[in-house]
């Protein structure tokens, strides 16, 4: 079982920023991926950013230049850096833990941005 736990969403005004944290406790293998997806009303969940745990990225297309994901192995923790947010970056976001057949979920955090 993995838990994860996230924090830093909230309101900011379009092209402000925000940084997202999700730390991982419980059995964590060290061969992984974190990432982070969203769902804003109406809409799927989309990705938004992934990073293996050799570090490895991959971006979405709307959020390429603007958020940039990291990670400490050493905490179990991912980070989403968002800068230059726009208001259709609302959504709630969710942290991502994969591992093989393994797949866990946070609860999500709500970001609102204000245009």
């Known amino acids: 079982q993995v838990r994860l736990v996230e924090s830093g969403g909230g309101l900011v005004q379009a092209g402000g920023s925000l940084r997202l944290s999700c730390a991982a406790a419980g059995f964590i293998s060290s061969v992984n991926v974190m990432g982070w997806y969203r769902q804003a009303p109406g809409n799927q969940r989309e990705l938004v950013a992934t990073i293996t745990s050799g570090g490895s990225t991959n971006y979405a297309d709307s959020v390429k230049g603007r958020f940039t994901i990291s990670r400490d192995n050493a905490k179990n923790t991912v980070y989403l850096q968002m800068n230059s947010l726009k208001p259709e970056d609302t959504a709630v976001y969710y942290c991502?833990?994969?591992?093989?057949?393994?797949?866990?979920w946070g609860q999500g955090t709500q970001v609102t941005v204000s245009s």
């Open positions: 991502n833990w994969k591992s093989g057949l393994l797949d866990y």
